[in-house]
């Protein structure tokens, strides 16, 4: 229970203090939006560099950085910023809804061409990780589920083959046969690697216990004929 409540404090408080960082990076984003529109790119770039320094996970501050050393020819570093804001924004790494195409709206024309590609192309990237992850899963749960049937069809053939043997046993006599379990022969190479029991194994071991049982069956029916 203390634990538990431990671990409460620590969510909670992580939780609270990121609300006063969110809302300083709302007033950077808007400074620096501002300063955008007045045509202050240099100064708009040092305002929302501020968010980055807080490790903000709100996309527009990117774009709008981005667009600001676009405006100064600054290309690579313009994209750099449009490609990490689309990371972001297709990232599922927040909880916000930040209207990315709203707060853009103003954009147009080759500028909003070019984000609208960048994002495009993260969207498929995003679609792409995420079916991998699906993928990476379910085939970890098939492998879980495939070896866990291995085991039980190859302990329920065990069983079976074991109660054939002993019933046989009760019929023909006490020590007829010396009942062994079931342990197919694998070699140590083989089980290293996990092998499956084979049906040829069990077959081989079934046929031996049988042959021994018969064979003394015979012998003690001529003794008794005799």
């Known amino acids: 229970m203390q634990k538990f409540q431990f671990i409460s404090l ?12 969110a809302d300083e990076v709302d007033h950077i984003y808007g ?22 320094e807080l490790r903000s996970n709100d996309p527009r501050t990117y774009y709008f950085m981005g667009l600001a050393y676009l405006r100064q020819k600054k290309n690579e570093l313009a994209d750099q910023s449009f490609k990490k ?10 909880i916000r809804d930040y209207s990315v195409s709203e707060s853009l709206r103003r954009i147009q024309g080759t500028e909003r ?12 990237n995003a679609q792409k990780r995420e079916q991998q992850i699906r993928e990476a899963r379910y085939g970890a749960d098939n492998a879980v589920s495939r070896e866990a049937l291995r085991r ?3 302990l329920d ?54 042959g ?13 004929d005799d």
């Open 10 to 21: 620590i969510f909670f408080g992580l939780l609270f203090a990121a609300v006063p960082v």
């Open 31 to 52: 400074k620096g939006v501002h300063a955008f529109f007045d045509q202050n790119y240099g100064e708009a770039v040092a305002i929302l560099s501020q968010a980055d």
């Open 85 to 94: 804001a689309a990371v972001l924004e297709f990232s599922g790494r927040s």
């Open 113 to 124: 061409l070019h984000i609208e590609q960048i994002r495009s192309e993260e969207r498929i």
């Open 152 to 154: 039980s069809v190859a």
């Open 157 to 210: 053939q065990n069983e079976d083959l074991s109660t054939i043997l002993k019933n046989m046993a009760d019929d023909l006599g006490d020590n007829t046969f010396v009942l062994k379990p079931l342990n197919p022969v694998v070699s140590p190479e083989e089980k290293d690697k996990g092998a499956a029991v084979s049906d040829d194994n069990i077959l081989s071991v079934l046929a031996r216990e049988l």
């Open 212 to 224: 021994r049982g018969l064979g003394a069956w015979f012998t003690r029916k001529t003794e008794n």
